[in-house]
């Protein structure tokens, strides 16, 4: 399907819902994207001291789930994808950002047995200027966002709990 001055929206062979139950937690069913799991891209820039300044978001569309929230470009795996090929797709689809202007330093897996997501974590590549951009349907905005302006956003549950462990893979620990 084709958006006017967006772009069409991007299927394959791993969309679909997956049911499972959080390990650890309630027995109640949780639903995620993904026939064989899911992954995203959090791309970050750094300041000339080599701190992270700066992390492309995507305001996510209000029919999506979680819809109105911000968090990383990203979405399902397709058969046989591995996690960082699919983020890089992924973000390239969402965001217009081209896979040779990242430089992936690590992952971080949420593992909820028969379901999992990916979160690729990159860093901008020398030389590289990445401008970010809504490319479909699925994003009201994406755009840089300071890490002194995470606090009032309104993230996604899950990247608002994964975001110490996402630091830690940013800074290389």
């Known amino acids: 399907m084709l958006i006017p001055g967006r ?5 394959h062979g791993g969309d679909g819902w997956v049911a499972c139950t959080f390990p650890g937690g309630d027995d109640a069913a949780h639903r995620h994207w993904g026939l064989f799991g899911a992954a995203g891209l959090m791309l970050v820039r750094r300041s000339p001291e080599g701190v992270v300044s ?24 397709d058969t046989g994808e591995s996690a960082v090929a699919g983020a890089l797709r992924e973000s390239r ?25 990916t979160t690729v974590v990159g860093e901008v590549a020398d030389g590289a200027d990445v401008v970010p951009s809504a490319n479909d349907p699925e994003s009201l905005e994406v755009r840089w966002v300071g890490v002194g302006e995470l606090g009032s956003l309104r993230l996604l549950p899950a990247f608002e709990a994964a975001l110490p462990a996402l630091w830690r893979v940013a800074a290389g620990e």
């Open 54 to 77: 700066d992390v492309v978001l995507q305001h996510r569309a209000l029919w999506s789930h979680h819809g109105g929230t911000w968090g990383v470009p990203g979405g399902a795996l």
């Open 7 to 11: 772009g069409a929206v991007h299927r």
């Open 93 to 117: 689809e969402e965001a217009g950002i081209d896979p040779a202007h990242v430089r992936v330093v690590g992952t971080h897996v949420l593992d909820h047995g028969v379901w999992q997501y």
